[in-house]
């Protein structure tokens, strides 16, 4: 968008409306004084355009390129091989706008796209509902959490049990969303990334929810089919974070009899973009419709018969009572969903799950060279992320690794204080070569002595 500048006239004419004498005191209206700052600003001589265009790329020439490093970093945002016709298609000028299509009759492709988001969203977690979208994978858990709690007829406010390991991130967004309510969170421990038995008698009887992440932090995946039916019969409602990949090699949580699935959509034709946007998911069960937060598009028939789609739902509190919106969460996510549903178009059922397999070798591959040359943290079988433990410090080594090109991983002890600081997380998908592997472990024997 341009940036057309007022007159001096026109600022004149504005500031004599207001009955204003100039603009500081304008500005005097809304901010403090104390939050003003009075002394000269420390900036270079005003640019043309041209020259602020030639400083920016002189800056921009200083970022290493990524075409010259070989990552394998991930715990939750990955690089996945995006095909050229997401790009092509979601950067077609109609599909630019990130404004939310509340006139059906101007919004029709808008809102197609949305729609097969949320079909595509409710086939791979095995639903029959899937909204809109969310902010990404940590506000989906934490507003599934909220909506389990207006579901639940359990006494107020309740706790959720969380299966650990659960990623750090999540953990903070939740705490934060949960605060405010006085919900309390009670962890369960696990050992190398797999959650302990769950004793169904230890179950708080005001426990109304219990978080579930598939894989888990470590990357392991496990089969928690045991401990979903211990809390089903306790009456507590599910929710599971799941890998989107994942989900086309195991049987979906919406077929296990989970109540709430949510999840990172990025993998899915989303590039990285240095952290985002990112793209959340949620499906569920259709009889929790009215407790679902954000928006859902919905299909219907015009006057003449002919195949049309609406917002049906939108609980939040700009279209109705502040009372009895189930979230104020609202976001246009229309442009990343639009590119995770080409992603999953583009490859198809078959072509899907060929992806997903070719990711869980490259994993098991990872975990078996490492297993060489160092002892693994997490649980086979892993998908995408495998955690082993080093000799020295991980984000030492991590800056080693930069002089060879390589991004060796992510430390764990960023991500959460807590964790051991010899802890790193190593992430591979279908771009990973084996050769890459290969080189990683040669680098990392050498570089962690």
Not at 156 to 182: C, R
Not at 366 to 373: P, W
Request: net charge negative; charged share 25%; proline share 6%.
């Amino acid at each position: 968008m341009d940036y057309i500048p007022h007159s001096p006239e026109e600022i004149k004419s504005m500031l004599e409306e207001l009955g204003i004498d100039s603009l500081d005191d304008l500005v005097a209206l809304a901010v403090p004084e104390k939050a003003r700052t009075r002394r000269k600003l420390n900036l270079e001589k005003p640019l043309s355009e041209a020259e602020v265009a030639a400083h920016l790329e002189t800056l921009a020439a200083r970022n290493a390129s990524s075409k010259g490093f070989l990552s394998f970093a991930g715990a939750g945002a990955y690089h996945h091989f995006v095909p050229a016709v997401v790009d092509a298609i979601i950067s077609r000028p109609e599909f630019f706008t990130a404004y939310t299509p509340y006139q059906p009759e101007a919004s029709q492709g808008t809102l197609a796209a949305i729609f097969e988001f949320q079909t595509i969203i409710a086939e791979l977690t095995g639903f029959e509902i899937a909204n809109a979208s969310m902010y990404d994978g940590p506000t989906a858990l934490a507003e599934a959490v909220l909506m389990a709690r207006r579901l639940s007829s359990k006494p107020y406010p309740g706790k959720v049990l969380v299966f650990e390991p659960l990623h750090p991130v999540y953990k903070k967004v939740l705490a934060t969303y949960l605060e405010p309510h006085e919900i309390a969170v009670q962890f369960l421990s696990h050992t190398r990334g797999v959650p302990d038995h769950l004793n169904e008698n230890k179950i708080a009887p005001d426990c109304f929810a219990a978080v579930i992440s598939q894989p888990g932090f470590y990357g392991t995946i496990y089969d928690y089919r045991d401990q979903l039916k211990k809390l089903i019969e306790a009456g507590v409602l599910t929710i599971v974070v799941h890998d989107p990949h994942l989900l086309a090699l195991l049987e979906p949580p919406g077929k296990l009899g989970a109540d709430i699935c949510v999840g990172e959509a990025q993998p899915l034709g989303n590039h990285l973009n240095f952290g985002g946007p990112l793209l959340g998911f949620m499906a569920t069960k259709k009889e929790y419709l009215r407790q679902l937060p954000g928006r859902l598009v919905g299909e219907t028939v015009d006057a003449d018969g002919n195949r049309v789609f609406v917002m049906t739902l939108q609980t939040r509190e700009q279209h109705i009572r502040r009372e009895k919106a189930t979230s104020n969460i609202c976001t246009n996510e229309a442009l990343c969903a639009l590119a995770a549903t080409v992603y999953a178009s583009w490859l198809g059922p078959q072509g899907f799950r060929e992806l997903s397999k070719q990711i869980l070798l490259k994993t098991d591959y990872l975990y078996e060279k490492f297993e060489e040359i160092r002892k693994v943290h997490s649980l086979k079988p892993c998908f995408k992320d495998v955690v082993v433990e080093l000799n020295g410090n991980a984000e030492e080594l991590v800056d080693k690794c930069i002089k060879h090109g390589v991004i060796a991983g992510v430390p764990l002890s960023k991500l959460d204080p807590e964790l051991p600081s010899n802890l790193l997380m190593v992430s591979v998908t279908e771009v990973t070569l084996k050769d890459d592997i290969d080189m990683l472990a040669r680098i990392i024997a050498e570089e962690d002595r």
